[in-house]
């Protein structure tokens, strides 16, 4: 039995995956049985077509390479987040994005998509490339849903307020290729997700024109004209969501969902704290009597590698 979880983030989280990665092949007794990192989605900093989440910074295409051939030799794909919604013609031709995409060209790692415009471009540029149809599509009508499922997607990432709605699951076909998001922090039948996804879209868009400028002045998504999205949902922790309508426990997923079908689930935390992903991977990966010390484990080796400190100066 194969459950595949995708998690969060193969660039600010590079060094804490690859650690967990490792921990969950030495110590396969810490895990719940089938357990498997089918992915790492993400995105690597000034990437203009990136969406979801705005991610700020910049990066060289050295270290993606890095990180790219690594997780690779590890069995692992790089789920590109290129989700952006808000992308015009002209934005196809970035040259930082595309760099990417050759570099990370070689039939294994994979691209979630949202804008019609680069689904277009990515399947006839850079053919070698999976497809996911991303949740930030908004997809909440079933009817919907099952169109969506006859297109050319290697997996398509449910909507979270499908979560739960077992009369809906059932009835769904081919669910080996449907993905959940166990973890969701938004409010469950959020009204403005959609606007959201677009303001954050604009952010990523204006964030990579200011880089472009090489100026010395800071950031500031009001010089652009975009507003700045403010959402306390974000920073919910994974004690917190667990009183969410949508929320999945991990005896759900054994319990429920893999019985049912379904193989695919999601992990998200591309901007959460380091200490909320490990809460978050043990609860969810970990078998409960081995959590504390799969815990300490993982916090050991993070400090070994200079991740975490926890032990202060003597």
């Known amino acids: 039995m194969q459950v595949k979880f995708h998690l969060p983030d193969f660039a600010s989280q590079f060094q804490f995956n690859l650690i967990f990665a490792t921990m969950l092949k030495n110590c396969p007794q810490y895990f719940r049985e089938g357990v498997e990192i089918a992915s790492i989605y993400g995105t690597f900093p000034q990437s203009l077509w990136n969406g979801g989440r705005t991610v700020p910074g910049m990066c060289d295409t050295k270290f993606a390479g890095i990180v790219i051939r690594t997780l690779n030799k590890h069995g692992i794909p790089l789920r590109f987040t290129f989700t ?128 472009a400028k090489k100026t010395n002045k800071g950031f500031r998504v009001e010089d652009y004209g975009v507003p700045d999205l403010q959402c306390k949902c974000a920073d919910r922790g994974i004690f ?15 319990e429920k969902y893999v019985p049912m079908g379904f193989r695919q689930f999601k992990i998200e935390g591309r901007t959460t704290t380091r200490l909320n992903l490990m809460e978050t991977y043990l609860y969810y990966m970990a078998k409960p009597e081995y959590r504390d010390e799969a815990r300490c484990m993982l916090l050991y080796n993070l400090e070994k590698n200079g991740i975490v400190r926890i032990e202060g100066n003597n």
């Open 84 to 211: 952006n919604p808000m992308l015009e013609e002209k934005h196809l031709s970035d040259k930082f994005c595309n760099d990417i995409m050759k570099l990370a060209d070689n039939g294994m790692n994979e691209v979630i998509v949202n804008s019609q415009l680069l689904e277009d471009y990515i399947r006839k540029t850079y053919p070698n490339y999976k497809l996911t149809s991303s949740t930030c599509k908004r997809i909440t009508e079933p009817d919907k849903l099952l169109e969506e499922m006859k297109k050319d997607y290697s997996i398509v990432v449910l909507d979270y307020d499908f979560n739960n709605k077992f009369d809906i699951l059932e009835t769904l076909p081919d669910k080996e290729r449907m993905e959940i998001l166990v973890n969701a922090c938004c409010d469950p039948e959020c009204s403005r997700r959609t606007e959201h996804y677009r303001i954050l879209g604009l952010q990523q868009i204006a964030m990579c024109e200011h880089i």
């Open 240 to 254: 917190e969501i667990k009183n969410l309508r949508t929320h999945i426990t991990p005896d759900d997923i054994w």
